[in-house]
């Protein structure tokens, strides 16, 4: 196993590690995609329009990009063991909170609440996987951790929004804060203390200045828009371009969330070694699909194959991940916190870019134009960060390590 990993005794022990962990990101998943089709449902009990009821989402996001690296900072000498019985607790007390809101004004705050421990979740998640990993296959670990989300966007939500249409959206909220609490119950019990391999708070955040970081991060904050660009969009484009019944937006969802765990599987098959090449690879195959996604848009079925391939994309997360801790020495708890933020800033910058087209009178499937330039503003970060590699001779004598 991976330096500072902790001892296992058994196949059955680490595989309920590993479900335990992925409680938590399943969990999260539903908390963050749950929430955008009760939209509507929520505007009708506050009564207020569609697009205040847009701000729920956005305070969630803006707990996420605060939470990571504030908890990440304030807890970087504790137990990862208890660190994400923490964060789970954190799920549980804030999503109840939100199903209780008795104003607008305060599920806003709820929901920003609830988004402050999904980043440093998951990035602590995704590296107590790494820590139980063999050497070279922390990539493949990760992938387990977050399938939960993956398997969340397929299941999850689907259940969740029967459920709020049917009953109320508060009942949703409630779910997934009592899967907080079995979350927290589960990784009481299964998992292993874990020590930090925190230097102190000074010696972590020293990572930052690691200028290899930052054009992997680019990787994630602009190549990643193009997913959230096209995702975000997609209803438009079935509605006013395939037009198609309202009932396909849902096959279309389920079909992304397949294609995700899909992607997810195959991109943990990756080598740690090779994660660099693969991510290059993936983001011109996805600059290629947003660009035949404009043309997709004509034919439901096209359509449908191309939000499949779409999905798989997601998989890259955990191969981001991977390239980061690669070249990061230390301080992969900021890593993990920081990456969070990344890819919550690009569930921002996609929608933004998609709006400023549709906002000037162009169909919905042309936001697949600003998607492929994403991700080839994506591919230019990782060209840069491959270049950083060679100039500072990081790369291994073998041309097929990276």
């Known amino acids: 196993m991976n330096s500072g990993s902790t001892h296992i005794a058994s196949r059955k022990q680490l595989v309920l590690i590993l479900l335990a962990l992925a409680m938590g990101t399943f969990t999260l998943g539903l908390t963050e995609f749950s929430v955008m089709p009760m939209l509507p449902l929520v505007a009708d009990s506050f009564a207020v329009s569609a697009a205040q009821s847009g701000h729920i989402i956005s305070a969630y996001a803006a707990g996420v990009v605060v939470g990571a690296p504030l908890l990440m900072m304030l807890t970087p000498k504790l137990d990862r063991r208890i660190a994400l019985i923490l964060f789970a607790m954190m799920i549980f007390v804030f999503n109840g909170l ?87 119950v589960l990784l009481w019990r299964v998992l292993p203390s874990l020590d930090t391999d925190s230097q102190g708070l000074r010696n972590d955040l020293a990572v930052l200045k690691n200028p290899l970081i930052w054009p992997i991060v680019g990787i994630a904050v602009i190549g990643f828009g193009g997913v959230f660009c096209l995702y975000t969009y997609l209803a438009d484009t079935m509605l006013d371009v395939t037009q198609v019944p309202a009932f396909n937006i849902s096959i279309a969802m389920i079909i992304f969330g397949i294609g995700s765990t899909v992607g997810n599987w195959l991109f943990g098959q990756v080598r740690d070694r090779v994660v660099a090449r693969v991510t290059g690879i993936a983001l011109i195959y996805c600059l290629v699909l947003a660009l035949i996604y404009v043309r997709a848009a004509s034919n439901l079925w096209f359509l449908y194959g191309v939000v499949f391939l779409l999905g798989a994309s997601l998989g890259l997360t955990t191969v981001i991940q991977a390239m980061l801790m690669r070249v990061a020495k230390g301080g992969h708890a900021v890593i993990g916190a920081l990456l969070q933020c990344a890819f919550n800033s690009a569930n921002a910058i996609g929608p933004l870019a998609g709006s400023l087209v549709l906002a000037n009178g162009y169909a919905a499937n042309t936001t697949g134009y600003v998607a492929a330039a994403l991700f080839g503003g994506g591919f230019v970060m990782w060209f840069v960060s491959r270049m950083q590699l060679r100039y500072r001779a990081q790369l291994p004598a073998d041309p097929d390590a990276c």
Do not use: N
């Open 98 to 184: 939100s199903a209780a809101a008795a104003s607008f004004e305060q599920i806003v705050l709820f929901r920003f609440l609830s988004g402050i421990p999904h980043g440093a979740y998951f990035g602590t998640a995704l590296l107590f996987g790494a820590k139980l990993a063999p050497e070279g296959r922390s990539t493949l670990y990760m992938s387990r951790v977050f399938a939960g989300l993956t398997v969340a966007t397929i299941v999850g939500v689907p259940m969740a929004t029967l459920l709020a249409q049917h009953c109320s959206w508060r009942w949703s909220l409630l779910l997934v804060s009592l899967l907080a609490l079995l979350t927290c």
